[in-house]
């Protein structure tokens, strides 16, 4: 049996607690994607793209937090702009928003570049960045163990 992946991982756990999700995206919508942000995603991310494409529209899990379709996936400079200052987090048009909490009391955010390999996920929404996890795989590894929401009870 091969291991199975964070994406399916994923997939599997919110299937199993009743949360409907899309279908996953073809490799050309990623690539367009990819295209018009100027962006390589990385190996974990665009697989789950491909097998998950985020959560129904109106779904949320028992925490309310939500998974964004890609096509809602967007940096914080063109969708969260008041926190799209250098100040708040260096490099701003590359922290994308990809999920959120409580209907954008909070955001999940990940950093994408063109080639760069770092990716961290940060919590957008507070007085400063809260910094999560170091990968999209960490990010899930930490959501489905129930820990995402720690980070803002500790801040």
């Known amino acids: ?14 299937l199993s607690r009743g949360i409907k999700i899309n279908p996953g995206v073809s490799k050309a919508t990623l690539q367009l994607f990819e295209s018009k942000y100027e962006v390589m995603l990385p190996d974990d991310l665009r697989e789950y793209f491909l097998l998950v494409n985020g959560m129904d529209i109106n779904m949320t899990d ?7 379709p890609l096509e809602e996936v967007k940096p914080i400079s063109e969708d969260a702009s008041e926190y799209s200052d250098q100040a708040y987090l260096p490099d701003p048009g590359s922290i994308f928003m990809f999920a959120d909490y409580c209907i954008w009391s909070n955001t999940y ?9 770092r990716n961290e996920v940060y919590i957008i ?17 930490l959501y489905l163990a129930n820990r995402c929401l720690d980070f803002l009870k500790s801040a």
């Open 1 to 14: 049996m091969l291991p199975i992946t964070i994406a399916e991982g994923l997939r599997s756990n919110w």
């Open 62 to 68: 028992e925490d309310l937090i939500r998974f964004w």
């Open 109 to 117: 955010a990940i950093r994408l570049s063109s080639g760069e390999k």
């Open 125 to 141: 929404g507070g007085r400063s960045p809260i910094f999560l996890a170091g990968s999209f795989t960490e990010f899930v590894t």
